[in-house]
């Protein structure tokens, strides 16, 4: 079998882009993976055209072999770009590999530790305690989810003493647990928004009371030696690693006591050949692994696949949206996603004839501005 072509469909998620991948074989056997354009949107597609032709007649079932090689042909450690286009071929071989074999890809990786996979549900924002209610109550009685990710910002956070920031998020966590089950759990995503480690510590405890799932990402990643000290003096756990690409990355990260919770994308690090990388170094630091996964149903199909064989997962995230070139998503039943043992490859089926009508929608994040005129964090 040998690699033959790749092509690249821009989609949607919601009101997201997406970019899809389909790697072709001589034997008729094809595959779909996902990179994570994180922007430029358009970027990846060349990248991706230039590492066919280091792939083109490659078996595809070699799949460590053409992610080292991908690393190892670029002169420089690849960084977003480069490694969100190897985690889409990354994928693409594996759904192959598993079609070839007649398996579900959970069974190449050595099987199945799990009957199915637990997921929380991204809500990303601080609705009104009232309104949020409504939301969660409709989400759990549609797809059983019990554990749910929020903001913890109720204002500009720009706009106005860091003291009451913190004191509005506390006083907004403490309805939210009084109107809610006991038993829900509730993440708060601060999106690496906080520069100083002190104001992100004074926010963090100031959840804790509340007992959070998590504390997310509230730093910039870049320097992981302020993970260490952020973390030995918060009362909560703290998660993070949606912006680290690289193993080593992720290790500096641990070695540095610099979280309780990684959080690599399946979709940016290079892929499952990497993601499982990454969470071998995670459990033997103690960390569980809970994969960013706000996309849509093709990479929630890898995370399934992946959280199936990893003994050290916590949550799986998952946006519920719905898609025109997916008719089979894995949808959660009592807040599990259910293993699908009877498909092979990532179990999910892709609509060619729909990825024809160009559906792609430009997004961009919005620069906060501070009010001196200086920009702040996204």
């Known amino acids: ?3 033959t072509a790749l092509r690249t469909y821009m989609q949607r998620v919601d009101v997201r882009p997406r970019l899809l991948v389909k790697v072709e074989t001589d034997e008729g056997v094809s595959g779909w993976g996902e990179a994570y354009n994180h922007g430029p949107d358009h970027a990846l597609i060349p990248v991706l055209e230039y590492m066919f032709q280091q792939i083109e007649g490659v078996d595809p079932r070699r799949v460590e072999y053409v992610v080292r090689r991908l690393l190892q042909e670029a002169r420089f450690p690849p960084g977003a770009i480069g490694l969100a286009a190897i985690a889409a071929i990354d994928q693409a071989l594996w759904d192959i590999s598993g079609k070839a074999a007649g398996l579900p890809v959970y069974m190449l990786l050595g099987g199945n530790v799990r009957d199915r996979v637990p997921v929380y ?6 609705p009104d305690p009232p309104v949020c209610l409504d939301l969660t109550q409709e989400l759990n ?13 109720r204002r500009d956070i720009h706009a106005g003493r860091w003291g009451n920031v913190v004191k509005e998020a506390a006083d907004y966590f403490a309805e939210i647990r009084s109107i809610h089950p006991p ?4 993440a708060f995503e601060a999106h690496a928004r906080i520069f100083e480690p002190r104001q992100a510590i004074q926010l963090g405890n100031a959840l804790a009371p509340y007992d959070p799932l998590w504390f997310e990402e509230p730093l910039r990643p870049e320097y992981l030696p302020a993970w260490g000290h952020l973390r030995s003096q918060l009362d909560v756990p703290l998660a993070t690693g949606e ?3 690289l193993p080593q990355d992720f290790l500096a990260l641990l070695t540095a006591g610099g979280a309780d919770i990684v959080q690599p994308d399946v979709c940016v690090v290079g892929g499952l050949a990497q993601m499982r990388r990454i969470a071998t170094i995670a459990e033997t630091h103690f960390a569980s692994v809970a994969p960013h996964n706000p996309m849509g149903p093709l990479a929630t199909a890898v995370n399934v696949h992946f959280a199936a064989n990893h003994h050290g997962l916590k949550l799986v995230e998952y946006k519920p949206c719905e898609t025109t070139w997916c008719p089979d998503p894995y949808l959660p039943v009592d807040g599990y996603l259910e293993l699908r043992p009877d498909r092979p490859g990532w179990g999910v089926e892709i609509d060619e004839s729909a990825l024809a009508s160009d559906d792609y929608v430009r997004w961009e994040r919005v620069l906060p501005i501070r009010p001196d005129g200086s920009t702040g964090y996204v």
């Open 121 to 126: 549900c991204g809500v990303y924002t601080a």
């Open 183 to 186: 038993e829900w759990e509730f």
């Open 1 to 3: 079998m040998k690699i």
């Open 243 to 245: 912006s680290l690409f």
């Open 141 to 153: 009685e549609r797809y059983g989810f019990t554990a749910f990710k929020l903001s913890p910002y």
